[in-house]
């Protein structure tokens, strides 16, 4: 039955190829497919290399020093005056507000133990005796 | 020509003094606090070392009993004592300087306290020469009693410049605080008559402020006090120079409350009512 249809084709009126035109292999559309694939694939290798190595690396600073601890930064107290006064701005009261300051700076460092003054410890007993 | 060498002598003759008055008055700027302190602590480390020495050339002379051991010993314990007067004499040059360089002490009781300082430099000073005439052993510890003896009245001295020195630091600190309220009183004082705003706080805060200053400087009359007392023959000595610092400590701890008072009477001229 098989080989009956095939010799029934009309092998004179097949399609003919076109002139100038070749005809492309399967294979041949497929190849920047393949190259876009590798590099993508290429990228995403390195990408996930670089993540682990970073999450390995001891030196990253990012990470930050395990057992090397860091002060609590303290939050410093800034007076805010929320309703100012006429004379917030007043140029003597501001002079005598940085005087203050400076003069609180002062009586801070003001050293009132002068331990380094005190009197040097001293053997003044001789003795040539046998206990 | 004769005239003319004359005067280039002459001119050598000015030049060279200027020379040597100039570099002696460098010298003498650069003499401060801070050297004689490291000379003083310089003195202290050698004391130590030869202390270290006598001790051990003590132990061999009477372990051994011997001239040589002896003549050690001798050596040992001059060196020492010579080194002993020598950290007195700086340590106390130390403080002379330091009583220099502090602002806020009377000049009489400076200069009172200058008096009292190089006497006792000058007592050392001699003090170490007869160690280095010392012949015998005997005449060492003889040497050492008297300055012992002497030490005694020194440390008398030394807390009372100490004290001196930290009174002044708190009265120049009060006066700077009592300008400060002076200033402030005006200030307010102007306000109060323009009437623009309400200064009953800021007053009270400048009230606040004076008790403050005269508590501190009841308890720096209290530690002085107590410095006074301290004599020749107490036995805790330091204990009661401690102690008197303690309230020292406690009169500086007013000014800080004072002060801190006026920042509150600025902010609160600032503010509006």
């Known amino acids: ?131 | 020509m004769r005239i003319k060498l004359s005067k280039i002598i002459l001119l050598l003759f000015v030049f060279s003094l200027l020379v040597v008055f100039g570099s002696l008055t460098v010298r003498a700027q650069e003499f401060n606090f801070d050297r004689a302190n490291s000379d003083y602590l310089y003195n202290y480390n050698l004391y130590r070392q030869s202390f270290n020495e006598y001790v051990v050339a003590k132990e061999a002379y009477l372990k051994y009993e011997t001239l040589t051991s002896k003549t050690e010993a001798l050596e040992k314990t001059r060196q020492m004592l010579r080194n002993q007067d020598e950290v007195v004499k700086t340590y106390l040059t130390a403080l002379r300087l330091k009583l220099a360089e502090t602002s806020g002490i009377s000049d009489y009781e400076q200069n009172v306290l200058y008096l009292k300082l190089d006497s006792e430099i000058a007592w050392f000073a001699k003090h170490q020469e007869e160690a280095n005439s010392a012949g015998t052993l005997e005449d060492l510890v003889s040497s050492a009693q008297d300055g012992k003896d002497q030490y005694q009245k020194t440390e008398v001295l030394v807390y009372g410049t100490l004290g001196a020195i930290i009174a002044s630091k708190e009265t120049a600190l009060r006066e700077e605080i009592n300008q400060k309220i002076k200033e402030l009183k005006d200030k307010v004082g102007e306000i109060r008559l323009k009437g623009d705003k309400n200064t009953a706080l800021a007053e009270r805060w400048l009230l606040e402020a004076e008790n403050r200053l005269t508590r501190s400087q009841e308890k720096q009359f209290a530690a002085q006090q107590a410095l006074s007392k301290i004599k020749v023959n107490n036995s805790k000595k330091a204990e009661d120079y401690n102690k008197a610092q303690f309230t020292f400590e406690e009169s500086h701890q007013y000014l800080k409350d004072a002060n801190s008072y006026l920042r509150e009477v600025i902010r609160e001229i600032k503010s509006a009512d």
Do not use: C, H
Not at chain 1, 88 to 115: G, R, V
């Open chain 1, 1 to 131: 039955m098989r080989i009956r249809t095939i010799l029934n084709q009309d092998f004179e009126n097949l399609p003919r190829q076109e002139e100038g035109k070749e005809i492309k292999p399967k294979m041949a559309f497929k190849k920047p497919l393949i190259i876009f694939a590798s590099v993508f694939g290429a990228v995403l290798v390195l990408l996930i290399a670089t993540a682990v190595f970073m999450s390995f690396n001891p030196k990253d600073n990012s990470t930050g020093k395990i057992g090397q601890p860091t002060p609590t930064p303290i939050p410093e107290f800034k007076e805010e005056i929320t309703s100012p006064s006429s004379y917030a701005t007043d140029s003597a009261i501001l002079k005598s507000e940085e005087e203050i300051k400076a003069l609180d700076e002062k009586i801070q460092k003001t050293d009132i133990k002068e331990s380094g003054l005190n009197p040097p410890v001293l053997e003044w007993k001789i003795e040539f005796e046998k206990n």
